[in-house]
Each structure stands twice: as structure tokens, then as C-alpha cells.
């Protein structure tokens, strides 16, 4: 079969599109613990040595009522440090008077708000594929802390985000949800939780009422954690936390039980106004639980203890007399329930460690093991005899002492058993990432090995697709894979994904495989045979490579290589300016060659000689006493008689990499992107921040008009005689443009007018007058659309993604638009990018394969790097940085790859068209 | 080819150590040595011998390059407290590029690969002299520009900027100025592929070319969260640089003495 290579290479990237996403499904296993429906169990009863216990039953609530105010993205030095002290002068003043215990509780990365919320009501960790379904919050069904206050009977109200209605849609028995998609809008948000406070404290219909502030959470977002607007809206919230404590107070005096009041924030905020990765900042968030029954030492404020996130669901079930959530990984406050009598509390104790025994049973294999179970076993012997004792109606010193001894050991049986939980991450789904994986490569390989051929000439090659598919290799294989999955499939004991798709697409993707392998040996025994009469050609060539060539070689080489350290990926904005920069001064330095010593000067004697003769007279100049840039003045100043414009061309190329290299400086301190230098000062923040920022835009948007209409004018002067498309494919670039100055934020405007500046630049004084071959273009204008992505102050990192680009011109949250906006506000750099290189090498029209040459470089250079990253997060699975560092990478990568393929499918489309009209 | 008398090269060597007291002694007594052992190479200049014996004068030279730059090291901390490489990193990138500026411009004076031009005066001397300080400085100030272009900060750690700026130019610059003159013409010469005219032309574009790249290299380490010490801009970049500049001098006898069968070089 014959193809063209641009074609090829789309059907190729669009595989491994398949194939990725087959990896991705394997590796975000959806549900980390299987969903079995609850079935309520038993309590389990007191231990007791000999004797039966006559408490079998759960242990009645401590808290009469419970009021969670969660205020999204609370800090804990918002609370704890010198804001909290400035701005929350209640807080400060339970605190310091011994009503409330507070933590700094860690949340686990992701941090972002649903994931966030599921931790604290269910007690797990949920995993970083939650980060996605963030966007379309589904009903939460694993066992949780409202599930059960709702088949307890308790009534729970909700205000604020509606994210929790999404996850319990029938569980309260009043709400109103707030959206969080609207981050500009910080007063509305809140007012519209605290206007129901008034009339629901004075009521009694309810036992559980949560609010959850959305406004500190936007303010982070536009403005950063030092903005001034952040003190006032600690202030509202220290006021609205005063109000209830007041009401719960009042009507404290004539209840039997005390009220608890939680102030808690789901994720921090990092340096720069963003969540979602696991920076210090980003982790802590503060825990404040206030009710009357703590009764501390006044003066002596301790420094708040470092608890986990997940503790809260345990502490707030014992706490209102509930079973805690089967999957909870948390162990109790213990300084919660420490006023309470000895037996209680050890039953407390013993209820939890149970629950996690059990938990660590159904995931661990070998728990008996497990240094927590050990402890438990021992904790729960001596509980036995403890109750035997007690029983017996012994209350001396020893009963005391045994008592304190058996809440330690609970208390540290707690710790190992909740620690060793919380190790266990997700299960890895390793059948689909091995066929994933191998989808990825076999399409690398393949994209490889037909380098030489599709970057030949006529751009066009034979591929042995149906003699190979109709081998005995290709039905051998089949027939093997198929086996292989039969066994694998009715031996694991984990669902996986592949196993759960019908059988007729699961023999599909073992063909594809199969039919893969087969071109590859194919073509893999072709180049054997024709190895050596190329061979001489391919020494021929390689000496022939230039410095640009190498440094592209390398420069793609050193990338995939630094994928493997997490600082790499944290900071692969980095490489990216650093290739760039390379790369413009090599092209800096051929510029400098290309006039100055003119083009052949390894084989033309003539070029040679004459700079000798320069040489020569530079000597005698020199020997005269007269400065060799005089010399090289009066010398340019005669050539510049006859060709004066030639000249001044000459000057603006050679000066155009320096011009780019200040530009990408300058642009490179707009976002500080990363993780190490993230505290520097962004110059784009400075934008952001008074009335400069409206002028600033104004005047951008002004320039890119002007900009794409003189494109547009000069697209129809000077190609209208070429042909329509190059002038529609301008006008594409165009519209795109304009998109990208509507969706960008304010102060990235900079980066797109750079963006067209540098591309006009380098077109009209670098790739044009040095005559670039289509393959050398389009790994620049690759190289120089990643490093657009982080120049627009993107990351791999879920923090810097800008969802609300997604919401501009919308009323309200439609899924697709959304997810397009999103994406393509995301990946502007690379899309602009790409698609001035459509445009560019159309409207060059010297070969009529360079597009399908281009194609086949773009899909190559993507995929590079995609199927090296695949295997090593295979390898780095159990990374301590998997899910904070490597995992958003890899669904980056993932979506990059997913607009690579649009992009190829694109342009052959552009091609073929091409083909056709002429 | 000019030789040398003993004596020259004595009277040099004394001025030598008058200049830099006796940190120095030890320094010009190998500069001594050296000179002895390249003198009866020196002597025999005809046919393939003299490029033997130039290859092995380079040799000479470029060892006594690195002894030298491994003696800053720990030399220094016989006469200064606490001096070390990496805490006092600032001090030794001065000696360090002192001491390397002045090994080259003596050594390339005493073994004098290119003769220049018979008629000089002591006012030529000067100007070139002047004109070549300039060319060093402009050459600082460019290589500062390049390495705030790839990202190092604008306004704080500027020493520290400056001073890798320094020592690049000193490893890569002032050799050039030493062998070529302030001579543009002659630099862009060498630096074409073909260019080079003498095995020091070619021992020129390796060293320099290796120092480029081991800043290059060396600024690879600086994302990495190990929080080493010599990760502190501009350590691993210095650092980088001078192993480049050492490889270069130790590789470039080793290619021309391996390459020298095909290295034939046209007469001036």
C-alpha cells in the first residue's frame, strides 16, 4: 500500500491517540476501592477477656449539633500566622481561651475542591483522576459521613458550592448551591450562603449544617494570597464565625449536649493564588473545632498539631454517634474526645481501630503482617482485660494505669494502621497499561524506522501493510494475544478495563497490535536488505549535518531524557527556554556565517582565498595603525554604495535572533511558571494589579487587529496569484489569533504579540533568506510553540490550568464548549504555532511535499516524547512524586498528543485539498 | 619560528615572581621547567618533526594550563582563611581567571607559536595591548548579555554574573587574543570549519568550543531539588566551564596527535 507520509503520519498519531488513552485509562484506575454497596454492619462489640461486655451497641453522640463552616482554600497561616491575628480576632480569642483545638491539617494532593470534600467526608483518598471528574462532579456512593448521618435520621443543611449537591443530591434536607465557576465574582458568592444563617440558627429542625465559602477561593485565584482584599474577607469570615458561636452559645444553655463548631478550609493556596499541586502552602490548611465541652489550660496556646485532612470524617462520626465510613483511612482527634470517661474512650478507640483493621484486611494482602495490625491485636488483648477489670467493679490506681497504658497503645496502633492506609494508592490497572504502552511504541518504532524514506523526496513510501497482514506472523500472534488476554482475564481478580469491553473490541485491539508488529519486522527486514548499499549514503549524510541539525538531534534527545527527574518536569519550562535560546543563537551564529563568510566555504577554494586576501589587507591595515573596524567600515561602506537596502536587510537578519533572544527574556518574566522560582516577582502580576492593566489591553488588542489585518492585506497583495488556500489558511491563523486575545488573561496579551512578532521575524529574516528545509522548520516552530506554552505562565502542574477561560461569553457551564475553550486557551502556543507553520510553508509553495514532510516531523517529534514518558511513569509507578508531579504531566501529555493528531488530520486535510484543486 | 634563549626565558620568570611574591615561586619554577623541556623540540623544525615537536610544545603547555588550575584550588587556602572552592566561590573565580590570564599571555609570549609582524614598534605594541583589554571587556559584557538572555537574574547576583562572564571569556577570549591578536578577521578565520592554520588555530577551536559547552552543560544541574551546595548560581556553570576548558586543553594534543596525518595547513 501506498501512502503519502503526511498521511501516514496522521493514521499514526491518531492510533497512538488510541493507544494513550488506553494507558490512561489502566494507569487512573476510576474507582480506587471497589463500591460495594454498605451493608450495615454490627458494631463491633467491647472486647472483653472471658466475659461478654454488655455494650454491644454504638456509643451515643457527644455533639448535640454539628455546624461545619468550610471556607475553600483557607490557609493555615490565614488563621494561625499574622493574618489570622490581624484579621480574625475571634478565633484568635477562642483560641487563646481554651475553647477550641486547632490542627493544621494536611491535605492530600490533588488539592482541589472535590477531591477535597470526598476526603472529608468519606475519610479516603481519593485519586488524582477525581482532579478531572472535578468538572462533572458525579453522586458520590462510597460510604460517607452523610450517607450515614442520613440513615441515622439526622437532617443536614447545605449552603454554599454545588458541588457537594452534586455529589448528595438527596441527602439534605435543604440547600442552595453556589456555582464555582464565576471566579471574579467574590461578595455575591458568600452572601448568598450567610443569608440563610440568620433564620436556620434560630430554628431547631437540624443537626448537621454545612457552609462552604467559595469567595476566598476567587480572590486567591485573581489575586494571590497577599492581595489586599484578602483581609476583609477574613474579617467577614471571623464575623460569620462570631455570629454562630454566639447563637450555638445561646441555645447551649438549655441543652443536654454541647454543640461543636468546624472551621476548616478543603485546600490551601499556593504563593501564586493557585491549588491543585502539593506545595507546602497548597497542603496545610487549618482545623479549628470549637465547642464548649474543651475546656484547656487558658495561656498556654500550643502551636497547632500537624493532623491528616482525612482524621476530620472519624472525629466527626464518633462525634455525632455515627459508624465511621467504611473506607476511612483517619484516625479520632484524641483531644477531641479526651474529657470524656475512660471506658468511652476506649471504646471510641477501639471502634476505629477496627474499622481500619478491616479496611487494611480487604486491600492488603498479607495484613496479618502489618506492624498496625499487631499493635491492634495487642491493644485490643489488653482492652479485654481492662473491661474484665473494670467489670469486676475494680476502680484503684492499677485499673488507671492500665487504662492510660491501653489509650496509648490504641493511640499508636491508630497511627501505623492510618499511615500504612494511606500508602496504599490506587491499584494500578497494569494489563491496559501494558497494551497502552505497547500501542505507544510499536507507533514510535514505526514512525522511526520510516524516517529516511518519508522525508525523501517524492514524500511518499510503500508501507507492507497487506502482504504483512496476511502472513502467518499476524495470525500467529492474533491467536497468542488473544490466549494471553483469555488468561489474563479470567485469572485476575481486579476488574480491569480491557477485560470489561466486549470481546469482538478487545480482539480489535489485539489485531491492531498483531498488524503492527507485523510492518514493523516488515520494514525492519527491508531496511536490512537494503542497508548495505545505503550504508555509504548514510555516512554521506551525516557528515553533512549541520549545527542546527545537531543541536535539533540533541535538543529533542536531552527533553526525553530530562522527563525521567521530577525537577525536570517541574521545571521543563526551563528546557524549553534554554533549547530556544540555543537554538537562536546557532541561528545567530548561521546568519552571521551565511553574510560573512559567505555559504560553501568548506569546498570553494575561491571564498577561501578571497578571506585570506581579506586577511592579508587587514594585516597591512593593521601594520598601518588602522583599526580593524574602520577597515571593516570603509569595506561595508563601498559594498553598501551599490546595494544600500541589501545592507540595511542584512543588518535587521543579523540583528533578528538578538531581537528574539530579548524577547523570550522578556517574556519569561511574565508568568514565573514551576516550582523553584516561583516567588520571584511575575512582571505580568504587576500588570494585573490598577487601571494600567485596562490601557494595557486596549492597546494589545489594537496591535493584534492592526497586525492581522495587515496580514490579511498582504496575504491577498502578494499570494492572491498562488492560490486561495494560503490566503484562507492566513485568514485561519487570523481567527485563531483573535480567539486566543479573547480567551487569554489580560496580562498574557504580551505573550501573543511576541508570539507574532517572533514569527514574523523569523520568517521574513531567518527561514526565508537561509532556506530551511521543511523538516528544520518544523521542529523550531515546535520547539518554539512549548515553549509559548510556558511562556503563557502554563506548568505541569493542575494549579496553572486557567478554567476560566472556558466561561467567557457563557452563561452558564455547558460541558463541550467549555472543555474546548478550555483546552484551546490552554494549548494557544502550540496551535498558533502550528498553524503559522500550515500557513507558512503554503504560502511558500517551493515543494509541493514540504506540508506532508512537516506532518510526518510534528507527529514524529510529539510522539517521541509521549511513548519515552509512557514507560517511564510505567517504571516510576510507585514514585513518591507519581501523583503530584509525574501524573498531571502524563494527562498534559496526553492532551497535547490528542491536538498533535488534530493538528496532522489538519494538515493533510490542507494537503490533500492542495492536490486536488490544481 | 622564533627559539628562545635560556635566558630570555629566565629573565621572565624572574619578573615573574616579582610581581606575585611568592604564591607565585612555585608557579614560575614550573614555567621554568617546561620551557627546558620544550626547548630541544623547539630546535629541530624541519619536515613532519616540527609537528611533533609543536604537538608536544601544545602538550607542555596545555598540562602546565591544568596543573595550574588545579593548583588554585588549594593554593589559596595556605595564605586565606576559610577559603574554599564553593563557599568562597567568588574569590576563587577571581584567582582562578588571574591566574589562568596570566599562565596564557606568559606562556603564549614565551613559546610564541604565531610570530607576528617584524615591524614593531613599542607604540604598536601598546595600541594592541589597549585595543586587546578593550576586546576582553567587550567580550565580558557580551557574554553577561547572553547569560542574562538565557535567564539569569537582571539586577541581583550580578558579580556573581559578571564574574562567570569573566572567567568564560578568560577561558575562551583572551587565548584567542593571545595567539590571534585583536584581530577580528583572523578570529572568524579560525572559527569556519576549514579555517585553522596551525595545530594552534585547531587546539584554539577545541578549547574554546569545550568551555562554551561545559557552561552549557553546566547549567543543566540548577532545576534539580537536590539542594547541593554547587547547585547555587553560578557554581555548576563555572564549575562546568573550567572542567570544559580543562578537557579541551587535555583532548586537543590527544585529536591533532591522533587527526595529524590529515591535518594539513596551507602556508601563511
Known sequence: ??????????????????????????????????????????????????????????????????????????????????????????????????????????????????????????????????????????????????????????????????????????????????????????????????????????????????????????????????????????????????????????????????????????????????????????????????SSAFHRKMGN???????????????????????????????????????????????????????????????????????????????????????????????????????????????????????????????????????????????????????????????????????????????????????????????????????????????????????????????????????????????????GWSELDLLILFGTLGHVLSLGASSFIEEEHQTWYFLINTLCLALGHEVFRNHFLGKDLDHNLAVEQNIKKNAKNVLQYKNDYVDVPETSKIYKASSSMELLPKVYEKWLQLASPWFILICCRLLRTLNQTGVQWAHRLDFGHWLTRGIIEARFVYVFVLGILFTGIKDLLKSQIIFADVSIKSLGLWDIY?????????????????????????????????????????????????????????????????????????????????????????????????????????SFLSSENNRSSAISHASFCYALICSIPVSAYIILVTSLRYHLFIWSVFSPKLLYEGVHLFITATICVFFIVMDQTNLIKP | MKILRPKDVKTKGMRQINVRGGSQRVLALCLLFVHFESLPYGERLQGSTMKDADIKRLFYVHIFCIVSIILTTFIPSFFLEDFSVLETHLTWLCICSMCVAIINVVLYLQVKPNPSSKRSSIFHKISRLLKSCVYFFISCLLFHAIIVLYGAPLIELMLETFLFAVILSTFTTLPCLCLLGPNIKAWLRVFTRNGATSIWDNSLQITTMSSVIGAWLGAFPIPLDWERPWQVWPISCTLGATFGYMAGLLISPVWIYRNRKQLTYKSR
Open chain 1, 301 to 543: 496556646l500550643q502551636p497547632p498539631k500537624h493532623v491528616q485532612q482525612t482524621d476530620l470524617a472519624a472525629t466527626l462520626a464518633v462525634g455525632l454517634g455515627l459508624p465511621i465510613p467504611k473506607n476511612s483511612v483517619g484516625s479520632i482527634l484524641y483531644p477531641v474526645v479526651e474529657k470524656r470517661t475512660m471506658r468511652e474512650q476506649l471504646r471510641f478507640l477501639h471502634l476505629n481501630s477496627v474499622q481500619l483493621s478491616r479496611l487494611l484486611q480487604e486491600n492488603v494482602p498479607m495484613y496479618e503482617k502489618d506492624p498496625g495490625f499487631q499493635q491492634f491485636k495487642v491493644s485490643e488483648k489488653l482492652h479485654g482485660n481492662w473491661i474484665k477489670l473494670y467489670l469486676e467493679g475494680n476502680n484503684s490506681e492499677v485499673l488507671l494505669n492500665l487504662g492510660k497504658k491501653v489509650l496509648k497503645q490504641y493511640l499508636d496502633a491508630l497511627k501505623t494502621l492510618s499511615m500504612s492506609l494511606s500508602k496504599q494508592v490506587a491499584q494500578y490497572d497494569m494489563y491496559s497499561m501494558m497494551v497502552g504502552a505497547i500501542i505507544v511504541l510499536e507507533i514510535t518504532i514505526l514512525l522511526l524506522l520510516s524516517t529516511p524514506k518519508a522525508l525523501c523526496q517524492n514524500a511518499a513510501f510503500e508501507i507492507p501493510l497487506s502482504s504483512s497482514s496476511f502472513s502467518l506472523l499476524f495470525y500467529l500472534m492474533v491467536l497468542i494475544l488473544s490466549a494471553v488476554h483469555v488468561i489474563i482475564c479470567t485469572s485476575a481478580e481486579r476488574t480491569c478495563f480491557l477485560c470489561s469491553i466486549s470481546w469482538l473490541m478487545a480482539v480489535g485491539v489485539m489485531m491492531l497490535i498483531s498488524a503492527l508488529l507485523c510492518v514493523i519486522v516488515a520494514l525492519l527486514t527491508k531496511t536490512f536488505e537494503n542497508v548495505r548499499p545505503s550504508a555509504q549514503n548514510l555516512a554521506a549524510s551525516s557528515s
Open chain 1, 1 to 290: 500500500m501506498r501512502l503519502g507520509s503526511g498521511v501516514f503520519a496522521a493514521c499514526c498519531v491518531v492510533i497512538q491517540v488510541l493507544g494513550v488513552a488506553v494507558f490512561l485509562r489502566g494507569f487512573f484506575p476510576v474507582s480506587l476501592r471497589p463500591v460495594s454497596q454498605v451493608q450495615p454492619q454490627p458494631p463491633a462489640p467491647e472486647p472483653a477477656a472471658g466475659t461478654s461486655s454488655n455494650w454491644t451497641q454504638l456509643p451515643p453522640a457527644i455533639f448535640r449539633k454539628v455546624i461545619i463552616m468550610l471556607v475553600d482554600a483557607l490557609r493555615d497561616d490565614f488563621v494561625f500566622g499574622s493574618k489570622g491575628v490581624q484579621f480574625m480576632p475571634y478565633t484568635k480569642y477562642l483560641m487563646e481561651k481554651g475553647f477550641a483545638h486547632n490542627f493544621i491539617a494536611e491535605a492530600k494532593p490533588p488539592t482541589v475542591t472535590m477531591p477535597r470534600i470526598k476526603a472529608l467526608m468519606t475519610g479516603s483518598i481519593p485519586g488524582f483522576i477525581d482532579v478531572v471528574m472535578n468538572f462533572n462532579s458525579p453522586v458520590l456512593l462510597e460510604d460517607n459521613l452523610i450517607g450515614q448521618a442520613k440513615a441515622a435520621g439526622k437532617r443536614v443543611i447545605f449552603y454554599g458550592d454545588d458541588t457537594w449537591i452534586k455529589l448528595f443530591p438527596k441527602h439534605f434536607v435543604e440547600y442552595d448551591g453556589t456555582t464555582s465557576f464565576f471566579v471574579p465574582d467574590f461578595k455575591e458568592v458568600d452572601d448568598n450562603v450567610t443569608r440563610h444563617l440568620d433564620t436556620v440558627l434560630k430554628r431547631e429542625d437540624w443537626d448537621i449544617l454545612i457552609l462552604h465559602y467559595l469567595g476566598l477561593d476567587h480572590i486567591g485565584h485573581l489575586t494571590g494570597p497577599h492581595s489586599s482584599l484578602i483581609g476583609p474577607k477574613l474579617k467577614e469570615m471571623d464575623y460569620i464565625l462570631k455570629k454562630i458561636h454566639i447563637s450555638l452559645l445561646s441555645k447551649e444553655k438549655e441543652a443536654s449536649l454541647p454543640h461543636l463548631l468546624v472551621l476548616c478550609g478543603d485546600h490551601g493556596m499556593s504563593e501564586a493564588g493557585g491549588h491543585g499541586a502539593s506545595s507546602v502552602e497548597e497542603v496545610s490548611t487549618p482545623l479549628l473545632l470549637i
Open chain 1, 734 to 838: 487570523n481567527g485563531l489569533v483573535l480567539l486566543a486575545a479573547l480567551l487569554l488573561r489580560p496580562h498574557n496579551l504580551p505573550v501573543l504579540v511576541f508570539s507574532l512578532l517572533i514569527q514574523a521575524v523569523m520568517t521574513k529574516f531567518i527561514w526565508k533568506p537561509l532556506k530551511h528545509d521543511a523538516a528544520q522548520v518544523t521542529i523550531m516552530h515546535y520547539w518554539f510553540g512549548q515553549a509559548f506554552f510556558y511562556f503563557q505562565g502554563n506548568s505541569n502542574n493542575i494549579a496553572t490550568l486557567d478554567i476560566s477561560a472556558g466561561f467567557v461569553g457563557l452563561e452558564s457551564f455547558i460541558e463541550v464548549p467549555a472543555l474546548f475553550l478550555t483546552v484551546f486557551a490552554t494549548y494557544i502556543g502550540p496551535i498558533l504555532w502550528a498553524i503559522h507553520l500550515l
